[in-house]
């Protein structure tokens, strides 16, 4: 971390974390801290209550005493653990730089040493011991902690909010300084240390931690994409498994395959090609033009639109299979127009003097998201997301991103809980997720070299996202991470200079369990 500003941020997004019951995002900040300043008295606490065991937290607390012995809350939960010394700060064991370099190598974060910032620790420990109760005794023959004193908690709690407050995530200044964090709410199961750092009734051993791979193989899914390569002017369609094996080639590039979108059957896909034809008028026009094909019979697709306009482009499905949204620039400029699948109902959506691009139909039918540039930059080219209402009267638009540079290509987890975009607002393009009313958005690809990353989407299983990116150099290939922003794999299709648009086909027995 560099400078005291960024170990103040990494400490507060710890106790945040650590509050909610993300154990596996407060150990890993928390550490940092620890790692920087070994002597930082509160992050020893704190970090004592996200342990993975009962080792480490014993260790911590022992840490939390060695810089401070009269540390009563420190002292009280270490005598629970069944530590016996009277003296912490004399203690042989090892010194708090050792025990952190350890544990900072188990879990892989190694950080090089900075200058102790130390000296908010001190009232935060001052507080504690003040607002410490009295803890009821454990039980003398099952050996089981005591419940703990919840008026005790209660005061701890408000004396840390007091002493150390943590803003609320909010798109318009979280991004500011964006960290790598869990994206999803823990489960209301799940474990969670109270303050008084009191085991809880059940064993730490049985804990069920939260997932980090998929229950379903990756390679089960069917992956399809739209790829230049090299000396082409418009993409290919290919088709390979969901680790990108096998891939086979569907279309020729001559036959110009863009923005592929599954139905949410599966068995077909809307894409947009740049096709000649002869419009109503007698007229000969070459323009793109939405076409639906049977994903067995790509050769025999039908001609869906016959607008003519110089773009079409990202046509998105409704949930029952039925209805399209789509971007032309019929009236002049890029809106968003609404047709079935049979061609009919044809309709303009949006009316502005600014681009709408990129829509994405919600799961359950009630929303799509789409990037535009009506916001408080117009003319500046610039877009954020938005949101628009579907099946009312009126539609209710809602900006949901508020960030410098741009935010763009939306796509929705298959659950609809959360959105995946990309975004240059840190210079070169990034993949962010956030929650489907546009908060808590996290950065996923904070260490990439700077490369550019674009076209992301959910894989069906919910738990991990796809995304081109030229992170190597040169040619981009397919990254697939996690919802923690780790790298789960780098895709087999490689070779192709840049992908146009990406797809996995919806698997519905998944969407239901979902």
Same mark, same amino acid.
């Given at each position: 971390m560099a400078g005291n500003k960024a170990l103040q941020d990494a400490l507060k997004a710890g106790i945040e974390a650590a509050r909610r019951g993300d154990r596996v995002t407060a150990r890993r900040l928390l550490r940092q801290v620890v790692t920087a300043d070994a002597n930082h008295e509160a992050a020893w606490l704190w970090l004592a209550s996200a342990a993975e065991n009962l080792e480490e937290r014993r260790e911590c607390l022992e840490n939390t005493l060695r810089i401070n012995p009269n540390n009563t809350r420190a002292r009280e939960a270490l005598d629970r653990l069944g530590t016996g010394r009277a003296d912490y700060s004399r203690s042989t064991a090892q010194s708090p730089a050792q025990i952190t370099q350890r544990r900072v190598n188990q879990a892989?974060?190694?950080?090089?040493?900075?200058?102790?910032? @130390?000296?908010?620790? *001190?009232?935060? +420990?001052?507080? *504690? +011991?003040? =607002?410490?109760? *009295?803890?009821? *005794? /454990?039980? /003398? @023959?099952?050996?089981?902690? +005591?419940q703990p004193n919840r008026e005790t908690e209660v005061a701890f709690q408000r004396s840390l909010v007091t002493s150390t407050p943590v803003a609320t995530a909010d798109p318009r200044t979280f991004t500011e300084t964006p960290f790598v964090g869990v994206l999803v709410a823990?489960?209301?199961?799940? &474990?969670?240390?109270? &303050?008084?750092?009191?085991?809880?009734?059940? &064993?730490?051993?049985?804990?069920?931690? =939260?997932?980090?791979?998929?229950?379903?193989?990756? +390679? @089960?899914?069917?992956?399809?994409?739209?790829?230049?390569?090299?000396?082409?002017s418009q993409p290919a369609l290919y088709r390979s498994d969901g680790e990108g094996v096998g891939e086979f080639q569907l279309g020729a590039s001559s036959d110009g395959f863009r923005d592929v979108a599954f139905h949410p059957g599966g068995e077909q896909i809307a894409f947009v090609r740049v096709v000649t034809y002869t419009n109503d008028a007698g007229e000969e026009v070459t323009a793109p033009e939405l076409f639906i094909a049977n994903l067995t019979d790509i050769a025999g697709a039908r001609q869906v639109t016959r607008l003519g306009s110089d773009v079409l482009s990202n046509p998105t499905w409704a949930p029952d299979g039925i209805q399209l949204v789509f971007v032309s620039n019929l009236d002049g400029d890029e809106e968003l127009w609404y047709v079935t699948e049979d061609g009919n109902n044809l309709r303009q959506l949006t009316f502005n003097d600014w681009r709408d691009t990129d829509p994405a139909w919600s799961p359950d039918g009630t929303r799509i998201v789409f990037a535009s540039e009506q916001s408080n930059r117009p003319g500046s080219g610039l877009l954020e997301i938005f949101s628009m209402t579907m099946g009312g009267d009126e539609p209710v638009f809602t900006q949901m991103t508020d960030a410098e540079g741009s935010s763009y290509e939306p796509a929705w987890s298959p659950n609809g809980a959360l959105i995946v975009f990309a975004s240059d607002r840190n210079d070169d393009g990034d993949i962010f997720v956030m929650d489907a009313d546009g908060q808590r958005p996290f950065l996923l690809t904070p260490d990439d070299g700077g490369a550019e990353d674009h076209s992301p989407v959910f894989v069906p299983d919910g738990e991990n996202i796809v995304f081109a990116s030229n992170q190597d150099g040169g040619n981009f290939g397919l990254v697939m991470v996690d919802l923690r922003g780790n790298l789960r794999l780098r895709l087999a299709n490689t070779g192709h200079v840049d992908f146009q648009s990406i797809a996995f086909r919806p698997e519905i027995l998944l969407r239901l369990g979902q």
């Open positions: 892989n974060a190694v950080t090089e040493g900075r200058n102790p910032v @130390i000296g908010y620790a *001190i009232v935060v +420990a001052v507080v *504690i +011991a003040l =607002l410490v109760g *009295i803890v009821m *005794i /454990a039980s /003398a @023959i099952l050996g089981q902690p +005591a823990a489960p209301s199961n799940a &474990p969670t240390l109270p &303050p008084t750092f009191t085991p809880t009734y059940t &064993p730490t051993a049985t804990e069920t931690p =939260l997932p980090t791979v998929t229950p379903y193989p990756v +390679a @089960i899914f069917t992956l399809l994409y739209s790829a230049f390569n090299s000396g082409d």
